[in-house]
């Protein structure tokens, strides 16, 4: 009988294949107390398990090689550290020791002891890492309960397998992604869990918190994962058979043509080679951004952190999303904006002004950072301390004058002092670079070539405050147009500067993205284009079909144009396949 179980989608896409039932190893709990002359010769056995669960572990990494090695490595770690936290682990001998309790039992309480001060935290991301002690002391329990070859026997095997399983760790994710795994069902775990970021960039399919799962489905039972729809169908009929085919030759369309352009490096017909960065706020962003062979993140926006949280985000909250940023991409360059709140992006912690007479024009961007060093240190420190795990570059919203670019590199200076003296080991600090959206940092970009090592040029904002029309006020009309004249002269003005003075300039407003832009971005001499990464394949594309020779001679007409529609009709003729307007 066909039976649904609803679950939350932590990774895209659909998997038909034979359910496989890993029952979590704390069932093994052995509650007889100890008699006083077993209580040294348990402790033994307890650090043996431990040693043994450590080395595997180490085994297991050493196992992955390349991008898997990369993007997994670093749980492992978590995870063999989490073995020598003395919170975790010397705890049990008192327990052994002073209540009698085996090494089994022990861990239980352990581990439920500490899951209840996890699942008290209001931070969902904080509480989702009750995840990583369920399944260190899970490992450690298997070693103890001798459970290890038959868990192990299931764990080997998985072409046409679907994973039904409580919680399910990094390490193991990677290694049965490399033996076939083709979906996974987690009774438990979360979105924001390791396993969860890691299947989305495995394009794994993977659902957690379906909570009947492991009660509801047996072993070989043909199973149905759709986290499109959120669900796992059970003994799918006919009909899910096809709705699943269907979606299979769909996705398989899409990823052959996606597959192609992706490893296509970005180059125009004359062969000159432009890159394409994305726009990320988001783990999914950043998968699909590597999947589609971005140069790297061109501007991580990082109000969605403040949008999101009841409170502000603490410093290690903000550190485990930037260093999840940074090692999703793999060690491409990842470029984070500091925060932008204020105007449309009011927050929920209450640090943006809220009675403001003309929000756009207010206290947004740097400024609202600079009226709060505390929170603005914090999201410095917790940038400096993900650099060091990979190559990192910030970005300052709504620069006006140098001295803002200087009050923020002081700043930073101070953080990473204190860092230091903290005993951090910090790599050297990261470049420091300009949102471009305001016209007097355009017009004056000659001003800010001493504090800034890179422009981002921000056009949604630099439309709206260059024609003094409201992005978000459709009564304007076309009036906010990005191909009017002033704008583009704008746009070409800080591009040549920036070059003339070697500091790279990339732009990362909606226009990016945009492929019947493209011509024209080519013609005023961009080269880096930074947009959301489904936008990026069909840019790759359109930059393909274009001449940036013949584009760049187009750039005196363009900038004498009068009007956005002479703009438009100057690159229709250039391009008669072109329809801008
Ligand atoms: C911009 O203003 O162009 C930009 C990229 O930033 P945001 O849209 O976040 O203001
Ligand atoms: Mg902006």
Known sequence: MRIVLSGTAASRGMALGRARLVKPSKLNVDNRPLEDDEVEAEIERLHDAIETARAELVELREKLHGALARDVGEFIDAHSLLLEDPELVHGLDDMIRKGHYRASAALKMQAD???????????????????????????????????????????????????????????????????????????????????????RSLNLPMLVATSDALGTISDEDLVLVDAEAGEVVIHPTAQDLTRYRNWQREAAREGRRLAALAKEPTRTRDNVDIRLFANAEQSPDVAQARALGASGIGLYRTEFLFLRSKGLPSEDEQFHAYRDLVLGMGGLPCTIRTLDLGADKADNAGIALREEENPALGVRGVRLSLRHPAVFASQLRAILRAASYGPI???????????????????????????????????????????????????????LLEDADFFAIGTNDLAQYVLAADRNNDALGTLYDPLQPALLRLIARVISVGRRAGKPVSLCGEMAGDPLLTPLLLALGLTDFSMHPGQMLEVRDRIGQLERARLRKLSPQLLRARSSQEVAALLDSFNPDLKLQ
Do not use: W
């Open 113 to 199: 002891r500490l899951g209840k001060v996890f699942e008290a935290m209001d931070d969902p991301y904080l509480r989702s890492r009750r995840e990583d002690i369920d399944q260190v002391i899970g490992r450690v329990m298997s070693v103890l309960s001798r459970q290890t070859s038959q868990e192990e026997r299931k764990l080997a095997a998985r072409v046409g397998e679907i994973l039904i399983a409580d919680t399910i760790a990094p390490g193991d994710m990677a290694h049965l992604a490399g033996h076939g795994l083709l979906g996974i069902v987690a009774a438990g775990g979360s979105v924001y869990s390791h396993s969860a970021i890691l299947a």
């Open 393 to 447: 570059r910030i970005l300052v919203p709504m620069i006006t004058t140098p001295d803002e670019l200087g009050a923020v590199r002081s700043l930073l200076q101070i953080c990473a002092n204190d860092l230091r003296d903290a005993g951090h080991t910090l790599s050297e600090l990261p470049e420091v670079g300009a949102m471009v959206e305001v016209p007097a940092a355009a017009i004056g970009i000659h001003t």
